[in-house]
């Protein structure tokens, strides 16, 4: 269809040299009809195709969008938790939305014309030399100059758009921030600050649009300079020959010349403009292919073999971890836990509770050291195969803007609503989600902000539940309930409990003192273990910990 639309274009100052030197110049009134006719016809066919050929483009660069978007979304998601740690949601967001949205408006806009451009300009340089080479020189005299100031405008350019980007992303980040902490900002009256702080991320956004776009705008004017004295020179020339009586020019000759001039400067108009897009958004091009050549830090190695049936038994074999080169966080840990055990991590704020079971989890890899389950080292098997089961309910309590049922459902996909209701009965959270006005059916905000901070911990509680898991891991999972609420959460979660390897984090050291084994970590070490009443004895760190929390309690109440 391109070559059907550039023929018909390329055919029509022809038909018009041949209306004005033989039909006008004869009065042949038929014959300058039939041309007319003619060239109607064609400028017909090639409207037609050319909405045809806009509209398949449409529907092919749409596809192509598509695909970057999902491979984005899907290659961001495989990403390890080092990737989120440097980065703001807001900014991450900026990439799958803005930065794609700006690869589809260069898609639609100018890759859809670029091909058939080229293409006419290559075949109008052929025929303006074939019928009459001075002239055709003469036209695109002021080409080269052209070529070398846009050549250097880009260099400038390019960095400018760059700068623009990042400006963009860094106020989606500050914004995205700042809507989810709305709460403490209210809370703390630090209104003016945010907006003044806003205020300052979207001047240096404006000012740096206005920099790039101000630098672009020299690309129409240089063009269309090109264009004009390339065109005047043309004419200037061309009427000196015919004054002449020069044979090889008619007057015809000299008009249809003058058109080639046109297609000829006009598809340069537009790649100028497309290499403006270009530059525009290629800044956006090389931060959305950043990330997807970003490879994830945890991977299954090509050899990986899925994770066989978890029994439970668990071993940390001179396990060191940093999480940068200059902080290490774990120092040589070793540790064996059979199935079926409870096991509690204590200690002060920041030892490397949290980081063993992040290891345990894999959502890190050791620096030095293997982490063993049932024997296997976990780094040979298949990522999926391995978290499929375990449990995990974090301190951070995450909850979807869904349905009761369905956030729970994300514990086990294919799990019927009578599990997810023996599920929720299991952990008492059944009780108050049968009182709310749709029940499992009632739709929860973003992270649950509808419900309280125990009923969304309950909910979380009950999905990690529900995917029947092998080893078990609550990291403070019951922090921000009260007491009542937590007896109920212990007595209901003792059955599920039974066989099963369990992990439980906790700063209120009266709920781990029924475990198997207490862990008391300090500086990245395991400083002592034992049961509660063994390490009582002991009167070590946990002794300490454990008296000053109970004279805290005492002295509030």
């Not at 041949?18 to 003619?38: C, E, H, M, P, Q």
């Not at 495989?78 to 967001?93: A, C, E, H, Q, T």
């Not at 090509?302 to 940068?324: R, T, W």
Request: hydrophobic share 45%; net charge neutral; with cysteine.
């Amino acid at each position: 269809m391109m070559v059907i639309v550039m023929l018909t274009t390329l055919v029509n100052p022809l038909l018009l040299e041949r209306a004005i030197d033989l039909d006008i110049k004869s009065g042949n009134i038929r014959g300058l009809l039939f041309t007319g006719a003619i060239m109607l016809t064609l400028y017909i066919i090639a409207m037609v195709l050319t909405n045809l050929r806009i509209n398949l483009m449409a529907k092919i660069t749409s596809k192509v969008v598509l695909e970057i978007r999902e491979e984005l979304y899907t290659h961001i998601q495989k990403l390890s938790f080092g990737f989120f740690d440097s980065r703001p949601v807001g900014k991450i967001l900026a990439r799958i939305v803005g930065d794609v949205n700006a690869l589809q408006n260069l898609f639609n806009n100018s890759i859809t014309s670029l091909i058939p451009e080229f293409l006419t300009i290559v075949c109008v340089t052929g025929i303006m030399f074939y019928k009459n080479y001075k002239l055709a020189l003469i036209s695109i005299s002021f080409l080269p100059l052209l070529i070398v100031s846009l050549s250097c405008i880009q260099i400038f350019s390019r960095k400018r758009w760059q700068k623009h980007k990042s400006n963009r992303s860094n106020l989606n980040g500050f914004t995205h921030e700042d809507f989810s902490g709305i709460r403490v900002v209210q809370a703390f009256g630090v209104e003016k600050k945010t907006s003044s702080q806003f205020d300052s991320y979207v001047g240096k956004l404006i000012t740096s649009f206005v920099d790039a776009v101000r630098l672009n705008n020299l690309f129409w004017p240089l063009v269309n300079i090109s264009w004009g004295m390339g065109t005047f020179l043309t004419f200037w020339y061309g009427i000196r020959l015919i004054q002449s009586g020069d044979p090889s020019l008619s007057v015809g000759n000299l008009i249809a010349f003058t058109m080639y001039i046109g297609m000829f400067w006009r598809p340069i108009t537009n790649i100028s403009n497309f290499y403006n897009v270009l530059i525009t958004n290629f800044a956006a091009a090389e931060r959305i292919f950043d990330i997807l050549d970003t490879a994830p830090t945890l991977v299954s190695i090509e050899a990986a073999e899925d994770m066989p049936e978890i029994h439970g038994d668990v071993e940390f074999k001179n396990v060191s971890f940093e999480y940068d080169k200059d902080s290490q966080v774990l120092h040589d840990v070793s540790f064996k836990i059979n199935k079926g055990s409870k096991i509690a991590l204590v200690g002060p704020t920041g030892a490397g509770k949290t980081t063993i079971i992040n290891l345990l989890s894999r959502f890190y890899d050791p620096t030095d050291g293997t982490v063993l389950i049932d024997g296997i080292d976990i780094s040979t098997v298949n990522l999926e195969s391995l978290r499929s089961q375990m449990g995990i309910m974090l301190q951070d309590t995450f909850l979807f803007s869904d349905s009761i049922m369905e956030n729970i459902r994300y514990g086990r996909l294919d799990a019927t609503d009578e599990e997810i209701i023996e599920a929720a009965k299991a952990v008492n959270a059944h009780s108050f989600i049968s009182k709310l006005e749709n029940g499992y059916d009632t739709k929860i905000n973003e992270r649950g902000s509808r419900l309280s901070v125990g009923q969304r911990q309950l909910i979380s509680f009950a999905r990690a539940l529900l995917a029947n898991p092998k080893i078990l891991i609550l990291d403070e999972a019951t922090s921000n309930i009260d007491t009542a609420t937590e007896k109920l959460v212990q007595s209901g979660i003792e059955t599920v409990l039974e066989d099963r390897t369990s992990f439980v984090i906790a700063h209120r050291l009266s709920t781990i003192r029924d475990c198997d084994c207490i862990m008391v970590v300090n500086e990245g070490r395991i400083v002592e273990y034992g049961t509660h009443m063994t390490l009582m004895k002991n009167k070590g760190l946990y002794h300490n910990l454990y008296v000053s929390q109970f004279k805290f309690l005492n002295e509030g109440a």
